[in-house]
């Protein structure tokens, strides 16, 4: 676990996905604001009713994707943060490292 905001304590879990060539079917919302210098996390917006992430079950609205096989997503405007996810799905693989809110 790690200490998230206001003392919230966050579990770290691992999330692998195969067969995800046509994406997740996440929303994602945050990322590294270069006009004001604001570093805000990359988190699960949305889940796609269709998508591989629904299916899966294992993915929540709320979660904070620390990395992307491997890739580190801190720091990372929202925009390089779809492309990795992109490049991810492409090759069919995706290995999720995700911090959970305990109360969520």
Known sequence: TIMGPHGINRVIHRVDFSDCENGLGIK?????????????????????QRGIAASDGRL?????????????????TNERAVDILRMASASSHMSLLIARDDEA
């Open 28 to 48: 994602i919302i945050g990322g590294f604001k270069e006009q004001t210098g604001e570093e805000y996390g990359i988190y699960v917006k949305r889940i796609l």
């Open 60 to 76: 929540q609205a709320g979660d904070l994707i620390l990395e992307v096989n491997g890739e580190d997503l801190e720091g990372v």
